[in-house]
């Protein structure tokens, strides 16, 4: 029992951040349509530019945090306007695809030759020692990436609410022909929810990097599954997102112990093709009615 709480925990951490990641897809579908196939490589220059600024130059982790959320901002806004904005321009249906995977596997290249292609250990801002809880022993950073990626997410959601900007990408959201007769700038809006979204992501890499190895080739699969958590949960539903990135971390620990590390990514898949078959907008996403 203790080991399967131990990996009901473990799951929920990686959960979590699959969840992340895909709060970023859902920021980004929501204003414009489109998808950033390049998220997971912004997870992954946000752990190594972390790293660089821990371990070289030596900045306390929890300042380097909101250097590393700036630059991830950055990052995301010029992959909106490098490549997805003249797809919009011009109305490419696949243009923005392409783009976006182009730029993913640009920065995955131009990381190997900062960084090298070797995974290097990112050292734990916390003590190491696993604590006891409900009889399971639990890495504390597993819990800092729970409450870090909970609070991320929250924030987020408090932003769109509460904050005039936040309405404007909530207007967006809804109707962005209807937003732009209102006056709001919805090119600006876009660029700001790649921003957001890569923002995220960076977030979500240096808080994973400490449970894991740090490298340039990190962040494809962890940004493919997220992908996967994003369609499983739906695109339009906060709530599926989190149901969907636990119901797929779970599920990997659960299966590598249980059967073989080599299937822990089949049950997952399963369920997405479950899901694409039977429920295509997602468990919690709603079905666009398109007027012809």
Do not use: H
């Amino acid at each position: 029992m203790e080991i399967l709480l131990q990996l009901i925990f473990s799951g929920i951490s990686l959960g979590m951040i699959y969840a992340v990641i895909a709060f970023g897809y859902q920021l980004t579908f929501a204003t414009s349509g489109t998808l950033n196939f390049g998220q997971g490589e912004a997870l992954m220059l946000g752990a190594l530019v972390g790293l660089t600024l821990a371990d070289t130059l030596g900045i306390n982790y929890w300042l380097m945090i909101p250097i590393v959320c700036v630059f991830g901002a950055i990052q995301g806004g010029l992959v909106e306007l490098i490549g997805v904005r003249p797809a919009i321009k011009i109305k490419s249906e696949f243009g923005w695809i392409m783009s976006t995977i182009a730029l993913g596997i640009i920065f995955k290249n131009v990381a190997e030759n900062i960084w090298g292609r070797d995974d290097m250990r990112f050292p734990s801002p916390i003590d190491d020692d696993p604590i006891k809880l409900f009889g399971a022993n639990v890495l504390p950073m597993e819990l800092v990436v729970i409450a870090g990626a909970l609070a991320m997410m929250l924030l987020v959601e408090l932003f769109n609410r509460k904050s005039i900007y936040g309405k404007a990408v909530v207007a967006t959201s809804n109707d962005r022909d209807a937003a732009g007769l209102m006056g709001i700038n919805t090119g600006l809006v876009i660029t700001f929810s790649y921003a957001l979204s890569s923002l995220t992501a960076a977030f979500a890499g240096v808080l994973v990097a400490p449970l894991t190895l740090t490298g340039a080739t990190m962040g494809s699969a962890l940004g493919l599954k997220a992908f996967a958590v994003a369609i499983i949960g739906g695109l339009s539903s906060g709530m599926g997102i989190i149901v969907g990135g636990l119901i797929l971390g779970i599920a990997e620990t659960t299966t590598g112990f249980y059967i073989s590390t080599g299937y822990k990514d089949v049950p997952g898949l399963i369920l997405l093709l479950l899901v694409l078959a039977i429920k295509p907008a997602g468990l919690f996403g709603k079905s666009a009615i398109k007027k012809v």
